[in-house]
């Protein structure tokens, strides 16, 4: 049986996972709260580095709705960022000389102050990143949306959490892997994927249930040769993601008894020198309102800098100068999601 055969039975049968853990919205429980199994976790404590990279989520506002949506975000969401805030971000990225900015929601490009960031921010010379779901280059109004990414030369990550069209459908929507094709052929078309052009175009993968994610390389390999076979697709980078224990997929694992399993897991696949790579050393994650935490995870934890929580988060505003490098980050069990195995973060595997 050829590799690509052999992960699609195995992408399949571990799919079931995820379509067994989803029911109809209005059935949905609520959500299950993982923070009091994560905080007594035993993990390294560990401390920022250079600041390199800033993470800004834009908004909750999405034309999807996934049911694994860690935010929830969707059509109805209201959050977003405000030209206030966006403007303490350009400060901040300026004034810390940061060199990447990570742009995510939500839908990061419904923010109508998306285009604006961007282009000010390619303009002070920052590396800009899209967490682009794709199905957006595809909403009326937003036709324009991949000439412009493409002429900014702004870098998209795009999920797409598995090459067979059932699974990603089941996962993100009924059409959104057929409209997901269209958008790679349409970023390809703008030279995205070819290393020539500079434009980088990276697929997100992470695993559909409590396990660890496959070989990076491996997978990498089996997703270049299907995409590229069936659909004439060409990307730059696969990054394989592993899933946190916390908020809904969290939830889900409490609710089928299966979060110390999974700890357990992640715990046991620890590997000590993952520890000098993970993102929050050089990474800010910034949220909607403008307070900062050590990364992403953290801020859906609602965990702050250096582990601060409730009234103590740091606005984006009291910190536009503050040296943060060599500041305590705040750990818990999920962290262990970072360093187990291979290694996992928002750039992929860390080996
Ligand atoms: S596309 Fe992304 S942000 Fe939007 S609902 Fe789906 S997972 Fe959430
Ligand atoms: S979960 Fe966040 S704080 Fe913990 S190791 Fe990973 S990146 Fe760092």
New binding site residues.
């Given amino acids: 049986m050829a590799t690509a055969d052999r992960l699609s039975l195995r992408l399949c049968s571990s799919y079931h996972w995820v379509i067994r853990a989803q029911r109809p919205r209005k059935n949905r429980k609520p959500m299950l709260d993982t923070v009091p199994f994560l905080l007594q976790s035993g993990f390294p404590s560990i401390r920022r580095g250079r600041l390199q990279a800033v993470q800004v989520n834009l908004g909750y506002r999405?034309n999807?709705?996934?049911l694994?949506?860690h935010?929830a975000?969707?059509p109805k969401r209201s959050e977003q960022m405000q030209p206030e805030t966006i403007e303490q971000v350009l400060e901040f990225v300026h004034r810390q000389g940061v060199a990447t900015l990570d742009l995510t929601?939500?839908?990061p490009e419904l923010n109508p102050n998306f285009r604006d960031l961007v282009m000010r921010a390619r303009r002070f010379g920052v590396h800009v990143m899209d967490r682009c779901?794709l199905t957006i280059l595809e909403e009326p109004g937003y036709e324009d949306l991949a000439d412009f990414l493409a002429a900014q030369q702004v870098e998209v990550v795009a999920?797409l959490p598995c090459y067979l069209e059932e699974n990603v459908d089941a996962q993100?929507g009924k059409g959104v892997f057929e409209k997901s094709i269209r958008a790679l052929r349409r970023l390809n078309g703008l030279g995205y994927g070819d290393r020539q052009s500079g434009l980088g175009l990276s697929l997100v993968y992470n695993p559909p249930g409590p396990s660890l994610p496959p070989s990076q390389p491996e997978l990498e390999a089996d997703y270049r040769k299907h995409l590229g076979e069936r659909y004439g697709i060409a990307f730059t980078r696969l990054l394989c993601i592993a899933n946190m224990p916390i908020q809904r997929f969290g939830s889900t694992l409490l609710s089928k008894g299966q979060l110390a399993g999974y700890l357990d897991l992640l715990r046991t696949a620890h590997q000590e020198e993952n520890l000098e790579a993970v993102m929050c050393r050089s990474l800010v994650s910034i949220d909607w309102r403008g307070y900062l935490f050590d990364c992403d995870f953290n801020q859906m934890l609602g965990i702050g800098l250096g582990g601060d929580r409730g009234t103590n988060l740091r606005h984006i505003s009291s910190v536009l100068q503050e040296e943060l490098s060599g500041r305590a980050i705040g750990v818990a069990g999920h962290c262990f999601g970072c360093t187990a195995g291979q290694g996992s973060g928002c750039g992929g595997a860390l080996g």
């Fill in positions: 999405c999807q709705s996934c694994h949506c935010v975000a969707g929601g939500g839908a779901n999920s993100r």
